[in-house]
């Protein structure tokens, strides 16, 4: 089967080489879609040198910062019109360990039709991060749990990998949304489309180098989106903009 990774990234110019280097290292028949929107520090100068020379690394340049999940979704829609029969995401700061990719393939292999990188399963864990960020996180699954009445453990994570047919009944296009509410959105459908969903145990690293690109903004709006989407299942009405099409 033939895996492709899609890797958004924004100024991840300490971390893209190596992580390239690292997933081959896991997955050398893999490709990689990274979609850069646009990084001044010169992330998508690195990653076209290391195309120039390896035809399973690709990359995406967009003119301007246009969000995480519409990096995601581009990176997915290419790899998909070129084949790829398990398609899948990940973060380009080393916080999920290309070594673990065998492990989500695997769950694949064995029936499931999404496989998800999990730190809230047994054998799971999150290192490095401060106690604000494990409640922060934790109690951001649990009311998306509780509220989109959710059996998986990790709805925010970002690492996963889809099989094809599961990846076009989703059509996660019609999620109206970004970062974190883009996750757990997207953890809903698989769930409600009734695809079968596997987590597997990963351990979780707080990023190597450069910035996180979490901020109270992100934080708000994935919690005025979940608040929505909880009130348009209960009462079948969009307050504001649908966030489903």
């Given at each position: 089967?033939?895996?492709w990774l899609?890797?958004?990234t924004?100024?991840e110019?300490?971390?893209?080489?190596?992580l390239?280097?690292?997933?081959?290292?896991?997955?050398?028949?893999?490709?990689?879609?990274?979609?850069?929107?646009?990084?001044?520090?010169?992330?998508?100068?690195?990653?076209s040198?290391?195309?120039?020379?390896?035809?399973?690394?690709?990359?995406?340049?967009?003119?301007?910062?246009?969000?995480?999940?519409?990096?995601?979704?581009?990176?997915?829609?290419?790899a998909?019109?070129?084949?790829?029969?398990?398609?899948?995401?990940?973060?380009?700061?080393?916080?999920?360990?290309?070594?673990?990719?065998?492990?989500?393939?695997?769950?694949l292999k064995?029936?499931?039709?999404?496989?998800?990188?999990?730190r809230?399963?047994?054998?799971?864990s999150v290192?490095?991060?401060?106690?604000?960020?494990?409640?922060?996180?934790?109690?951001?699954n649990?009311?998306a749990r509780?509220?989109?009445?959710?059996?998986v453990?990790?709805?925010?994570?970002?690492?996963?990998?889809?099989?094809?047919d599961?990846?076009?009944k989703?059509?996660?296009?019609r999620?109206?949304?970004?970062?974190?509410?883009?996750?757990?959105?997207?953890t809903a459908l698989?769930?409600?489309?009734?695809?079968?969903?596997?987590?597997?145990?990963?351990?979780?690293?707080?990023?190597?180098?450069?910035?996180?690109?979490?901020?109270?903004?992100?934080?708000?709006?994935?919690a005025?989106?979940?608040?929505?989407v909880?009130?348009w299942?209960?009462?079948?009405k969009?307050?504001?903009?649908?966030?489903?099409?």
């Amino acid at each position: 089967m033939s895996v492709w990774l899609a890797v958004p990234t924004y100024n991840e110019s300490e971390n893209i080489g190596i992580l390239l280097d690292k997933i081959f290292q896991s997955l050398p028949n893999a490709n990689v879609v990274v979609v850069d929107d646009n990084s001044p520090d010169g992330t998508s100068r690195i990653v076209s040198e290391m195309a120039a020379v390896d035809k399973r690394i690709h990359i995406i340049c967009r003119p301007i910062k246009l969000g995480y999940a519409s990096a995601v979704l581009t990176g997915l829609d290419y790899a998909s019109k070129l084949g790829g029969q398990i398609l899948g995401h990940m973060d380009a700061d080393f916080s999920h360990d290309p070594k673990e990719l065998p492990v989500l393939l695997e769950a694949l292999k064995e029936g499931a039709d999404m496989a998800i990188g999990s730190r809230y399963v047994t054998g799971g864990s999150v290192e490095g991060w401060s106690l604000y960020r494990k409640i922060l996180s934790q109690g951001a699954n649990w009311l998306a749990r509780k509220l989109l009445s959710l059996p998986v453990r990790d709805c925010t994570s970002g690492f996963r990998l889809y099989k094809h047919d599961a990846f076009a009944k989703l059509n996660l296009h019609r999620l109206k949304v970004e970062g974190y509410s883009f996750l757990y959105l997207s953890t809903a459908l698989a769930v409600w489309e009734g695809l079968k969903v596997s987590e597997v145990p990963i351990v979780f690293f707080d990023r190597r180098h450069g910035k996180s690109k979490l901020s109270r903004k992100i934080i708000a709006e994935a919690a005025i989106a979940l608040i929505k989407v909880f009130l348009w299942r209960k009462t079948k009405k969009w307050f504001g903009t649908p966030l489903i099409e």
